[in-house]
């Protein structure tokens, strides 16, 4: 019903900066909050940050005042700005949202893009 696209991904040094960005398509009526999560090797995965349908955020600690959630809800788009980045194992950002679907009866259910890897080296 919906498919979630992140992009932007990829390998940068201790320090730089990657933009992330996760497109939506599908039968979608509304979105209301949107998320990113990180997830490294053997680790659980983690929210990073997530953002309302009005646009109130919220960060992990690890990541505050270094990473920018937004949206362009005209795009069904969200973006992670991620700033001073740390080297640290390589990590999967997905997004994830939860959408109200231009269905016959609307309902809402969740759904998780692919990911895309983020590695930072020292």
């Known amino acids: 019903q919906v498919q979630l696209v992140e992009s932007g991904g990829g390998l940068v040094q201790a320090g730089g900066s990657l933009r992330l960005s996760c497109v939506a398509s599908g039968r979608i009526f509304k979105i209301n909050a949107m998320r990113w999560y990180r997830q490294a090797p053997g680790k659980q995965r983690d929210v990073v940050a997530d953002i309302s349908s009005g646009g109130s955020t919220n960060y992990a600690d690890s990541v505050m005042g270094r990473f920018t959630i937004s949206r362009d809800n005209a795009k069904n788009t969200v973006y992670l700005q991620m700033n001073s980045l740390k080297p640290e194992a390589p990590a999967v950002y997905s997004c994830?949202?939860?959408?109200?679907?231009?269905?016959?009866?609307?309902?809402?259910?969740?759904?998780w893009g692919q990911g895309t890897q983020v590695t930072v080296s020292s």
């Open positions: 994830n949202a939860d959408f109200v679907l231009r269905t016959r009866v609307r309902h809402m259910e969740n759904y």
